[in-house]
């Protein structure tokens, strides 16, 4: 490791970061080593990275003297922060600053920011569309982020803007669901808009792929996803990979969503609401080609259907 260059990789055991320290440890000849950073070593992802000859480090992002520590000597950090351990915009915004005052002490030469725009810039501020959350957000998770962008300013910075995880079909449940005919019907709220989405692993892969370019992507912002597709385009092509004899799209109101009740649905059903009423937007500020350039193993949502097939499907009957 002594004569490679260190990435510092917040949320190690994540989906970004864990995504990141993967493609680090997959490519020995690259000149990088992976330090994973998490709270918790004994984590079995965390010992699973050790294994596979990342340096494990604990830190927390609430600490700031303790990333400190962890970024030390580090060519590289990733910066990622998790909104749904706590939902809240402020605490975000905390941790974030935290990283890039670490950063800073650290004197690091390349920062990687995985943030998100400020969907407040899409809306007057009197817009009735949507309520305002957390007081001042519509988006909390995307907007928390694009406030905290300021905080990184002066360092070596590639801002990252990843799209929908796919992953969130079954990570969080999002996905089509058994119904009462017995075949599958999908809520959301997105009318006929497509959504960007993108294998959560690749993101990590295009960090490592932005690290690996250098200076080139300083001062740039970077949005990728891996496709760009409606609803009723996903529901098609999950029929057709799975075998399934019905998969349908039942769109709801943003409203109706919001009310569904679940921690989060006042968050989710304005965040698909930005990504249904602003769609040239939210899909413009991506690219697919991109990604692919810095990653080329990108994959396509069929690609990611026949990945995480046993993954989604059991999502689909829980």
């Known amino acids: 490791m002594a004569d490679k260059k260190i990435i510092a990789v917040l949320g190690a055991t994540g989906a970004q970061g864990g995504g990141l320290c993967?493609?680090?440890?997959?490519?020995?000849?690259?000149?990088?080593a992976c330090r994973a950073i998490t709270r918790d070593p004994s984590k079995d992802k965390a010992k699973a990275l050790a294994s596979q000859g990342a340096e494990v480090v604990k830190a927390d992002l609430d600490d700031v003297?303790?990333?400190?520590?962890?970024?030390?000597?580090?060519?590289?950090?990733?910066?990622?922060?998790?909104?749904?351990?706590?939902?809240s915009g402020e605490k975000e915004k905390a941790q974030a600053k935290n990283a890039a005052d670490a950063a800073r002490a650290a004197?690091?030469?390349?920062?990687?920011?995985?943030?998100?725009?400020?969907?407040?810039?899409?809306?007057?501020?009197?817009?009735?569309?949507?309520?305002?959350?957390?007081?001042?957000?519509?988006?909390p998770h995307f907007d928390a982020k694009a406030e905290a962008d300021e905080y990184f300013a002066g360092l070596p910075l590639t801002k990252l803007l990843a799209s929908f995880y796919w992953d969130n079909f079954y990570m969080f449940g999002l996905g089509p669901k058994k119904a009462e005919d017995g075949g599958y019907a999908w809520t959301l709220p997105m009318g006929n808009a497509k959504l960007a989405g993108i294998d959560a692993d690749d993101i990590g892969a295009v960090a490592y792929g932005i690290f690996k370019a250098g200076?080139?992507?300083?001062?740039?912002?970077?949005?990728?996803?891996?496709?760009?597709?409606?609803?009723?385009?996903?529901?098609?092509k999950i029929q057709s990979a799975y075998g399934l004899d019905s998969v349908r799209y039942n769109a709801v109101e943003p409203d109706a969503y919001r009310g569904?009740?679940?921690?989060?649905?006042?968050?989710?059903?304005?965040?698909?609401?930005?990504?249904?009423?602003f769609e040239k937007q939210?899909?413009?500020?991506?690219?697919?080609e991109e990604a692919r350039k810095l990653h080329p193993g990108l994959k396509s949502f069929d690609q990611f259907l026949a990945a995480k097939k046993d993954a989604v499907l059991s999502s689909m009957s829980s």
């Open 282 to 288: 939210v899909v413009g500020a991506r690219s697919a």
């Open 260 to 277: 569904f009740g679940f921690p989060g649905a006042d968050e989710l059903g304005n965040m698909f609401q930005i990504y249904r009423d």
């Open 22 to 32: 993967r493609a680090i440890l997959a490519d020995s000849s690259g000149g990088f």
């Open 215 to 236: 200076d080139q992507y300083i001062g740039k912002t970077v949005g990728i996803m891996g496709e760009a597709l409606t609803i009723e385009e996903m529901c098609r």
């Open 107 to 139: 004197a690091v030469k390349h920062v990687i920011w995985s943030t998100l725009e400020d969907t407040r810039k899409l809306l007057p501020p009197g817009d009735q569309r949507m309520p305002m959350l957390q007081e001042k957000y519509r988006v």
């Open 65 to 87: 003297e303790s990333l400190k520590k962890a970024f030390a000597g580090a060519h590289g950090v990733f910066v990622v922060t998790n909104f749904w351990e706590h939902f």
